[in-house]
């Protein structure tokens, strides 16, 4: 609820129970403090996490 008055937006993603966990790569751990300046992160994480923490 905090995230959905903070954000403006519903959350749409529907979370289940996982039969099985597989951690991602070491290379994918961290990846936005890791890459910040890649575009995906810049033009689309960057400005969420702004958004959020105003």
Do not use: R, W
Request: glycine share 2%; net charge negative.
């Amino acid at each position: 609820k905090q995230f959905i008055e903070k954000l403006g937006d519903n959350i749409v993603t529907e979370v289940t129970e996982l039969d099985v966990f597989y951690p991602a790569e070491d290379y994918h751990q961290n990846y936005y403090n890791n890459n910040p300046s890649q575009p995906y992160c810049a033009m689309l994480i960057t400005p969420k996490l702004d958004k959020y923490f105003k």
